[in-house]
């Protein structure tokens, strides 16, 4: 099983940033996707970003030009850079991995335990 471990949620001001890391275990890492979901209290799990093997990313709507999502295989982490926060934006981040397990044979999915986002004055 895959781990995953998040970092770097915090308080921060409307408008101010924010850094997320989720490092990984495991050598599969840099040869699959890995996302960023939120989920704020009383509302569904969100997706918020994906980065793919190949590096290309992709973002929901309401993150678009204010998020950026990049991979450091080297280091087996996944970043997600979070600028212009916005009172909206708060929510616990998590970090999810779906992968093909060898020895399961099956595709399974790894979640991060979340790291708090909270955007207020």
């Known amino acids: 099983q895959v781990q995953l471990v998040e970092s770097g949620g915090g308080l921060v001001q409307p408008g101010g940033s924010l850094e997320l890391s989720c490092a990984a275990s495991?050598?599969?890492?840099?040869?699959?996707?890995v996302d960023w979901y939120r989920q704020a209290p009383g509302k569904q799990r969100e997706l918020v970003a994906t980065v793919f093997s190949n590096g290309g990313v992709s973002y929901a709507d309401s993150v678009k030009g204010r998020f950026t999502i990049s991979r450091d295989n080297a280091k087996n982490t996944v970043y997600l850079e979070m600028a212009r926060l916005e009172p909206e934006d708060s929510a616990l981040y998590y970090c999810?991995?779906?992968?093909?397990?060898?020895?399961?044979?099956?595709?399974?999915?790894?979640w991060g335990q979340g790291t708090q986002v909270t955007v207020s004055n």
């Open positions: 999810h991995l779906n992968y093909f397990s060898s020895s399961r044979q099956s595709w399974l999915d790894s």
């Open positions: 495991g050598s599969i890492f840099s040869s699959n996707a």
